[in-house]
């Protein structure tokens, strides 16, 4: 399952005053990044279902999890939307983008720190890949689609890494760099104690998209996304030092 524990560089400062919100939407225009050559290693999959790396480990379960990780960078289609948009005020009390979005919390100020803007995304595995494993489960194969739904987490970790090496390489034509990633439902730990921000915040967090084809989208009355295998994020962009 994807790491949810972040650690600051800093501890957050700055006045308690709600931030203003700006009123001018400055977004730049959605982008889309498409991850090539996603690898999923089998010795991952059972690392995380709990085998040693010097277990003994049955040839039927090695086999299966080397049919799954396959089956799995066979059946991901990854793909991410995402866009840059200035912030207008960032204080211990939260975040506001040009937009007007406010994101409540004091994580913010922790990590965003001489950041002038953020790139907001949404990335997913695709359509077909839950359908893969909905099919597995349905054929009564359940080790199969156990496998199959770890080998997918590890595929989102793998996705996020390259759309970080995508996004960092635009950042730094224009003089920037990027902070951790940040992501409603995430926990960070602020002087000590853990500070979560929000899955609440996810109808927010896709409305700074509008009307762009994104790679998934929120169950109605829900902060759940579809397909399953789909992740937000945000990092903050400041001057390269």
Known sequence: MPDRSLTPARSASGDDRPPSAGTNDARGAAGVFVPRGIEISPERVLRVMGYRQDAPIRAPVRRTAEAMAALAATAATPAAAYRRVPIAGCTTEGLVLSTGTFFRGPTFAAYLSGCDEVAVFVLSLGG????????????????????????????????????????????????????????????????GRKVEWLLEDQPRFFSLFDETALPARLLEGSCAMTPKMSRTGLYGLHLAQ
């Not at 489960?137 to 970790?157: F, H, K, P, R, V």
């Not at 390259?162 to 996004?167: D, G, I």
């Open 128 to 191: 077909r890949f839950d359908s893969t494993q909905k099919n597995l489960t349905a054929g009564g194969q359940t080790l199969e689609a156990y496998m199959l739904e770890i080998a997918g987490w590890l595929g989102i970790e793998e996705a996020t890494r390259h759309f970080r090496v995508h996004l960092k390489a635009e950042a730094r034509r224009d003089g920037l760099a990027l902070t951790r990633r940040m992501a409603p439902g995430y926990t960070s730990r602020i002087d």
